[in-house]
């Protein structure tokens, strides 16, 4: 999906999502492409922080992307 798909697409996701996963799981905008994502997710959970959605810009080549979310560490919490 194009970026602005995947924003309103994280969006209706966090609305519908309850506190638990909330702080369980992070809930992100990545390239679709396998090998960017991996490298996204990897640079991102050096530094949750210092992301917003936007970044996944930078690691994207062909304005595809999807929302994906995984586990975050004991630590993060």
Not at 56 to 63: A, E, G, P, S, V
């Amino acid at each position: 999906m194009k970026y602005s798909e995947a924003i309103q697409h994280k969006k209706e996701a966090l609305e519908k999502a309850d506190e638990s996963v909330l702080k369980s799981y992070h809930l992100i905008i990545s390239p679709a492409n396998t090998g960017e994502s991996q490298k996204y997710i990897k640079a991102f959970l050096k530094d949750p922080e210092a992301f917003n959605d936007a970044s996944c810009k930078k690691f994207c080549t062909d304005d595809e992307y999807e929302v994906v979310s995984f586990r975050k560490d004991e630590e993060e919490k």
